[in-house]
């Protein structure tokens, strides 16, 4: 940073530091939950729209230009050009990569439409209504259920409710449980099937400072890419096809390319994945003991596993590359996560603040045994279902790390619901799901390699075996005792090369035609790895049902004691994030990381050029640094910094799944794509720190500036609506 | 941080903002070379003191209360109190603790004047005055002087120019050579050899951040400690005896309690060992592609090994922990060195300026001719003298690696020089050296560990033998190949297991008896480490003899080439650090050291707090823990950041040796102490970037604050002249 561009921080930091006068909130509102008082404080953050232009049941609100993509996404253009995040993009763009075409490195841009190409597995939920369904869930729930009687009353009705709801066909519903069961919202979405890859940034724009720079600030990465969804030509959602036409969006975003500063008013719409706010101490305490501890040494070995495989063979080190970036994305969070909880001694907090509600409830001897009662049994509760959980952490962990055994287990399971009734199998598991699982099937098989697969099963199955006895994988430990070797050890590795030598599971094909067979056709096949799953399934079913009580006990419970905290607080608690649509505002503002630090808000071109060192991840591409060198800047100049804005500070409650959020200005313009948090809060899954939670985004003016000075995507740029 | 406090930052920020109107400036002036328009610029940015009350032949300006102890420290009362750095007494406090009393744990503080302990091996040279006697020196330069010639005829004169200023006793004297010969100092120093403890914080807040936060901003370390000379009743520099007082200083330092702010004036005045700005790019070049390189390889080695002794053996490792802590400041400060030497691309600006000034001296065509085979015979030296300086470095740190060869090589040489007349002797090696030579074979014992210092010589022998042809250590090679082992390796091993098993030289009494004895007796004892000692003395003489060359020619060409500069950019250059007396004027400022990040002037207690972990080098000790929960700050809250000052920054120009300088406001208060550099900018003994450079200063009141609050060293507070 040069002298000149140190006094202009200097002047901004002046002006924009007057301009904070309200505090921004946590929050990840439902849409039709935001009340006058909320709506009132965003008005006066600098909100200029009314709450119909957010959000109205007549499907025309700024909401449903947003798209679920498994992280988030939104509509751009009224042809269906989609914005989202370079990482949310980063499968379709590797699935269509070749050694010989490395769009991953290059990165992709069709000049005309007939150029676009299939994103692979990508699928586009557009938001098209939610409506609050609890009373029709509730219904069900009788005096005198059982907690399992209870969970399995809600999940028939909302089996129901779905089905009803999707009878219309051309959508998928979700019927949510918010705030454990406090209430529970239908969402409807159009389920788009065809998407193409428009335009993408090369790596080292989109992904630039990879690894070492996830979750930190300042950033300097161009997190941005652009899909477009297709229908057929009776403009219905279909699959891929030569004949498909752009899909029109009822509703799509305007950008605004006026810039932002210090203090302005922020909003975002999207997914955020999961939040745990309203957990008790003694279940965040499990989190912090167990969970993340756990995590963080299973991702640490899969990495190396992986890690190990991939320098031994270079094609398999490309079709492993997601997985590792997946996994270190993981163990990042983590240990922030892990380093924030026992930083701020959140149990301690959380305990605080417990006590303080029961001495608050005290005047109301009747509440007060209510709510130790409540208290009490919650903590037995998860006491009790302590070793079915961690039991059932190791499973899961296990089949996301074997694939392998992710066929074996889906197919099996495939084969034991589909001799049911549609309305009494498993969710998951109905035949509206059969088109995900083919896809998956289908899917998977970029990122198979056997050997890497048998490496990381093995690396499980001999963990398992050191399992403290009440969570011991029993079907395991009878497999390998028939064997009759010497040592477990030994039986192990025989188990494994008659897993790997002999199944069929490799093959797509193969896969595909398991999935279709009789569950007595599946049986004689004699596949050994469906042989394994089976066993496994009794200890997951078991494991299924402990889920069930589990989530029925809470269900009763958590709804009544955050009740009694919203009366104590006298605030309606906004339920934690569950993947469903949320708004959330705040403003633009940097932050104090620690004692005589100060962070700035927003990032500028220099920085990017300042970090470059040539190496990956900090290589910045040629046709950057001549534009750099050129001053060839147009009129992507920020007037507070005197340079090119990259990336920017927001207060807005995220966490993933917001990924690609559309971060809007007063006016509802597309100013920014959210794409991160900040490692000082990673905690904020759990608490929400206003001096420190900080969401991180790319400007839409580096954006734009890409496109043009960069890529010369002027295409893309044309069908943009954008205002100066 | 608190919300509060982000916001007191802001105002602080919003207040001195404005205050920043004078650049400051590097520089380290010799104190009788200020000109007038330097003093015009220091007036103006706030210096309120005479020139004479800095410095003046009378010998009673500020000046005179600085004192040279490796590192730089300065009295601040009438009874001879001396403050410098923690880790400048650091040796001291090692050598006075024991298993038992562990004073660097601890912490030592003397209540009264008879618990003040002598600090074994330490002397403290006082400032007397200084003399620029460059006429005399270079009237012995005759024309036709070969530069080994002119070399020794200066060389000579020195001595003479020494033993004539010694003569009257008490004084040491030495002459500096500025800017390659351009000048040359006589300095006078008064030297005190009874230096006592009297109060060192406990490491935990000495050196508070340790390895970790070294050169580091934030820091948060209380790097300071109080010393005291002492005198024979007499008032003359005695040896230590009981009978001894303290010493008066004519001049010492007051303090001041006022507190700074952004945009402050400071003054330091210190012994800044070396600086290298006046190099020509290609004697850079070697710097960046061999010296920094080599020196990173082997202090890492190095560490490595005494690390891995250390860990064997617990007695091993309190007496080697001061040697690693050496290695590994030299070893982060030559990486960051390195580092920024590459990013900032020096070599390349260092050949542009060269390249600008030749085209400034072309029109006049005799002058471009004078300097072009100035550079190209500097670059000759250079280049005919790369291997010679090879050699010598790795002697030299071979030599610093085993202390047991340093004994020897010392021991040997000076039975050979003791022969000659005094005149006629090696610099270090005449009569007046004698007290320090045997000082240091007494106090080196104290971190000596024959069997470490085998596997250290073991290690450079090792690699001695892997040197290019041109470098090889013919000694070596001629010793080992006697051996008639079938591999040098084997005869490496005889050949160290005889010098280590056979030596007198691990103990004290016998190194003073060998260094009593003639050439002869000391031949005759066929001590295995004197006779290698002998044996490599060869090579030594041959390289001491080109290293005589080498500087006899850059006293002939440099201060032409500087003068040549000096015109070029009309100002006289000031010259590079020698470990002689300087001045240094600057402003209290914070930096931005990347994009978006701004870090502020100063740290605070609460940042210290927010650091603790509980574990080294981030463990406050209970005591201060206990003032902080208890809010008992006295009057030491500074009012800008409402909050206990810890360390603050400074533009001043500083290196190595500056430790322990006295940063003084306008009136020439002492408000700090210097006791280190940011890494951003370590380069800093190349080139002096005023956005970048700062120097790290420990905040008085955090001095006077620990020692209240904390330490209670209420004795120690009442001797200070302390301006609230």
Known sequence: MNFKKSLIWLIVFLIFSFCLPLKSDEGMYILDKIDKALFKKMKKMGLELSSEEIYNPQGTGLANAVINMGATASFVSPNGLIITNHHVAFRAVQRISTPEKNYIE?????????????????????????????????????????????????????????????????????????????????????????????????????????????????????????????????????????KNVPYHPKTYLKISAKGIKEGDFTMIMGFPGRTYRRLISFALKYDQDFRYPFQIRTATDMIRILEDFSKRDKNAAVKLLSRIKGLSNVLKNNQGMLEGLIKTKLVEKKKNEEKAFLEFIKKDPELENKYISIFSELKQLYKKHENFRKKNTFLRWMTYGSQMLSFALTINKWSIEKQKKDMDREPGYQKRDLPRIKLWLKVAQRSLIPEADKKMLEYFLKRALELPSEQKIKALEEILSKRKKKSKKEALTEFLEELYSKTKLTSVEERLRMLKLSRKELLKLNDPFIEFANALEKEREFLNRKNKEFSGALSRLMPAYLKGLEGWKKTILYPDANGTLRLNFGQVKGYSPKDAVKYYYITSLSGVIEKHTGEEPFDCPKKLLKVYNNEDFGEYIDKYINDVPVNFLTTNDSTGGNSGSPVLNGKGELIGLLFDGNYEAMYSDYYFDPKLTRSINVDIRYVLFIAEKVDKAFNVLKELTIIK
Chains 1, 2 share one sequence.
């Open 106 to 242: 290059e990165g992709f841009l069709a000049r005309t439409i007939e150029e676009e190409v299939p994103a692979p597995g990508y699928q586009a939920y557009v938001f098209l209504s939610m409506k609050d369904v609890t009373k029709k869930v509730l219904s069900v729930v009788k005096k005198g259920m059982s907690d399992f009687e209870r969970y399995q009353a809600i999940e028939r009705k909302i089996k129901e409710i779905i089905k009803e709801a999707e009878k219309k066909g051309d959508v998928e519903c979700r019927v949510a449980s918010m705030n454990y069961g406090k209430q529970y919202y239908l969402f409807t979405y159009l389920k788009l099937k065809d998407i193409r890859i428009v335009y993408v940034p090369s790596r080292s724009i989109g992904e630039y400072g990879g690894d070492i720079d996830n979750w930190m600030w300042p950033r300097h990465t161009g997190d941005f890419a652009f899909l477009r969804a297709y229908v057929g030509p009776d403009g219905k959602p279909a699959e891929y096809s030569k």
